[in-house]
């Protein structure tokens, strides 16, 4: 198994664009989180899908940020537009009960 | 509400060293409980996990964690610590029952030649 697929690796992009963040989960992982880590606040957790319907989205600090799951494949992660605080690594993860998560390696975004 | 602390937030050690990382938790019954470990510019993975039973569990990478509920700890451990062993660890907490976890904010681990 290849693992939690995230793309892209990193993605440099000016104040105002949008942005959007990729992941491909283990196949058979019936969940799906997405993570922010900063320096200032460590792992933060920003959404997560069961079966891909959003369970929880209360981590997403504003509306600029949306996230998607249209199939047990594949989810995105959105921002628009962006901010420099928005700067981070973002970090996807899926999870098949109760085995724990297995994290993909993660998105360094930087906003400038 | 559920919480992790994990009190040191650095940690220096000579190689060859013992190592014991610290973890407690808050939860009115018996969690999930992982340690997870992060190298620069890389993704969290799982060193070892507890759901029930014997309470000393073995991990990848020699590591061990030993859950004890009278003191709501799950502490990491490993007898010899090697220089590739640099990093941070993370302690999290899952509620049985829910997908969520949450997670301490890490120890950073130094290794000295």
């Known amino acids: 198994d290849a693992g939690v697929i995230q793309s892209p690796r990193h993605e440099v992009t000016e104040m105002g664009q949008e942005v959007t963040l990729r992941c491909k989960p283990i196949?058979?992982?019936?969940?799906l989180f997405w993570y922010r880590q900063t320096m200032m606040r460590g792992l933060e957790l920003l959404i997560y899908?069961?079966?891909?319907?959003?369970?929880?989205d209360s981590g997403m600090p504003e509306d600029r940020f949306s996230a998607k799951m249209p199939n047990a494949s594949f989810s995105t992660l959105k921002i628009q537009p962006s901010e420099p605080r928005d700067s981070a690594v973002y970090f996807c993860?899926?999870?098949?009960?109760?085995?724990?998560?297995?994290f993909g390696s993660g998105t360094r975004l930087t906003v400038v | 509400a559920q919480s992790v602390t994990q009190p040191d937030i650095h940690i220096t050690v000579s190689e060859g060293a013992s190592l014991e990382l610290r973890c407690n938790y808050s939860y009115g019954a018996t969690p999930y409980l992982f340690w997870y470990v992060q190298s620069p510019g890389q993704g969290l993975q799982l060193l070892l996990k507890y759901f029930s039973g014997d309470t000393l569990v073995q991990g990848i990478k020699g590591f061990e964690a030993e859950f004890k509920r009278s003191q709501s700890s799950f502490n990491l451990r490993k007898p010899s610590v090697h220089w590739s062993d640099a990093a941070e660890y993370f302690c999290?907490?899952?509620?049985?029952?829910?997908?969520?976890?949450?997670f301490g904010t890490g120890t950073r681990l130094k290794v000295l030649a």
């Open positions: 999290a907490v899952g509620m049985p029952g829910t997908y969520k976890y949450i």
């Open positions: 196949s058979g992982h019936n969940s």
């Open positions: 993860a899926s999870h098949l009960a109760p085995a724990g998560y297995t």
């Open positions: 899908f069961n079966n891909n319907v959003p369970i929880d």
